[in-house]
């Protein structure tokens, strides 16, 4: 499909809001006609040379180069937007524009478009995708940033015209000053009035309403109060700051605390970094400081932390040295932030982990993720976990096994911006039936006494709840240990968790994914 094949009216009038006559294209109700897919075949020269005096800034090219990408391609847009800043050698203050204003709009996207259906006189899918990104932007600087009005339609429309065409440029302009004559709040009690449901809600939070349904269980299901939900959606859609770990035995936390990062509330040697490239911070080109959500930390300490049945890493013949060795596992590892983590710790005690990832390039990213680990304390396998104890390395049996499954990430989705977007509840069942097969897997890698975390950086409770009631029922013979309590053991500060057995941390509370751990232990 090309990028410029879409009719519009253009023209100098029309870009400024006060075309009329030919066009004006507003309907009765004053919403803003375009000719959509019936424009196809027609082809605009990109300006006329009178008009290509103001060019896209660099900042607003990247943020649509970005979104464009996550669009057609179905790209990342945190992997595409590293690229792109590196490659328009943005300063500082443009990378941090253009990340405010991609991931915004990313995340924005329920809302903008309920928006722009309102000053659009037909559905959204028949608008050209090129056309609609850039209004999505254009409605993210006028209602989700402080770009002055005229600011955001001057220079979206200068974005339009250079990578569209002139003719849609005229058209963005009409449907971005519509917008921009309504205040944000009016906005929201127009689309998605105030009524508590689900599809109000997500509308209002920019969440789809089957997600919001899923957060909302998922409160009551962990303990917490369903009326937090509104606070965990605005989280979600927050710019979250960059969490660092220091690995024990390795980093030192205090350069990067002196370099101006805060020291984290909840976990140690942890600090939030708001102030930019974390591949500045001291000890970060290293490896030795990383970068990694604080609830993973927690998670990968806790495991390492909970006591053990019995003599466990007595009972079996040990793989890698002497007597009295631990064994553990990172059954699901790719990238490899837990199991740095994990690494770290075990070299500190003479344990050994394996580092088990199912694709191989994300195995390759596990092994950059260990580099800075003495060697001795770690191995990386590729392979299916749910085979894993058909794996030589797997013969003597681990002590501790961290399952940190593959899920839907609805604990995450303030760092994947697009990631409620391509999400379905389809995926639940195939994850939850992975999840299962992969836990009873572990649990045959389990020697007597061992201990299993399971982790999802989803709070959904088929993914966490329902999943560990599932294990135990399975499983009759597993001892289910208080994670709560092992999480609070390895943090700083108070963690306020509600006593259940099973733990989940928020971001709207902790300022951290929404991690879930339940822990478990085969008898001695
Ligand atoms: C949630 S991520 C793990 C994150 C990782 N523990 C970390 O902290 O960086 C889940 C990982 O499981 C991997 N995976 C998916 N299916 C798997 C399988 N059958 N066996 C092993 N790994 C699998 C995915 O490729 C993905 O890298």
């Not at 809302?111 to 995708?129: G, N, Q, T, W």
């Not at 609830?295 to 932390?305: D, I």
Request: charged share 25%; glycine share 10%; hydrophobic share 40%.
């Amino acid at each position: 499909m090309s990028d410029r094949r879409q009719g519009h009216g253009s023209g100098r009038d029309d870009r400024r809001g006060r075309g009329r006559g030919r066009q004006d294209r507003r309907d009765a109700r004053g919403r803003t006609r375009n000719r959509g897919r019936s424009g196809a075949g027609k082809h605009y020269s990109a300006a006329a040379p009178s008009q290509r005096t103001r060019q896209a800034d660099p900042a607003r090219a990247v943020a649509y180069e970005v979104v464009r990408a996550v669009h057609q391609d179905d790209s990342y847009a945190n992997l595409v937007l590293p690229q792109r800043i590196r490659a328009r050698r943005l300063d500082r203050r443009d990378a941090g524009f253009a990340t405010e204003l991609t991931y915004g709009t990313l995340r924005g996207i329920g809302l903008y478009d309920a928006i722009l259906a309102e000053c659009v006189d037909r559905p959204l899918e028949d608008l050209d995708a090129p056309v609609l990104d850039a209004l999505r932007l254009g409605a993210h600087q006028l209602l989700g940033m402080r770009v002055p009005a005229h600011a955001a339609l001057d220079a979206t429309v200068a974005l339009v015209r250079e990578r569209i065409g002139a003719g849609p440029s005229g058209f963005v302009n009409a449907v971005l000053r519509r917008i921009s004559e309504t205040p944000r709040e009016q906005w929201l009690d127009r689309v998605a009035p105030e009524d508590g449901s689900e599809k109000s809600l997500g509308i209002r939070h920019s969440h789809p309403a089957w997600i919001v349904r899923g957060l909302r269980q998922a409160l009551v299901s962990h303990g917490a109060d369903a009326a937090e939900l509104t606070d965990l959606l605005e989280a979600d859609n927050a710019a979250p700051v960059v969490n660092v770990v220091a690995l024990p035995g390795l980093g030192d936390i205090g350069p990067v605390l002196a370099a101006g990062a805060e020291p984290s509330p909840i976990a140690p040697d942890a600090a939030l970094h708001a102030g930019g490239d974390a591949a500045r911070l001291p000890g970060v080109r290293d490896g030795v400081v990383r970068v990694q959500d604080v609830g993973s930390q927690l998670t990968a300490r806790a495991l390492a932390s909970v006591p053990l049945g019995g003599q466990a890493h007595d009972d079996g013949p040990v793989a890698s040295g002497a007597s009295g060795t631990e064994h553990w596992l990172d059954l699901c590892a790719g990238p490899g932030g837990k199991a740095a983590l994990l690494a770290a710790l075990a070299a500190e005690r003479g344990a050994h982990l394996l580092a088990n990832e199912v694709a191989d390039h994300r195995a390759d990213l596990v092994r950059g993720a260990l580099t800075a680990v003495p060697q001795r304390a770690w191995t990386v396998r590729a392979g299916d976990g749910r085979r894993i104890s058909e794996a030589p390395e797997a013969a003597p049996g681990f002590d501790r096994i961290l399952v940190d499954a593959p899920c839907t990430g609805l604990g995450a989705l303030r760092r994947r911006p697009e990631s409620r977007w391509r999400r379905t509840p389809a995926d639940l069942a195939v994850l939850t039936d992975l999840q299962a097969e992969l836990l009873d897997a572990a649990v045959g890698a389990l020697v007597p006494g061992g201990v299993l975390a399971y982790v999802t950086c989803s709070p959904h409770p088929a993914e966490t709840v329902v999943q560990t009631e599932d294990l135990l029922r399975r499983h009759p013979e597993l001892e289910q240990l208080d994670a709560a309590q092992a999480l609070q053991s390895v943090a700083v500060g108070d963690l306020g968790l509600p006593a259940t057995k099973t733990a989940q941390l928020w971001p709207h509370r902790h300022g951290t994914d929404a991690m879930f751990l339940a822990l478990v232990r085969k008898p001695a």
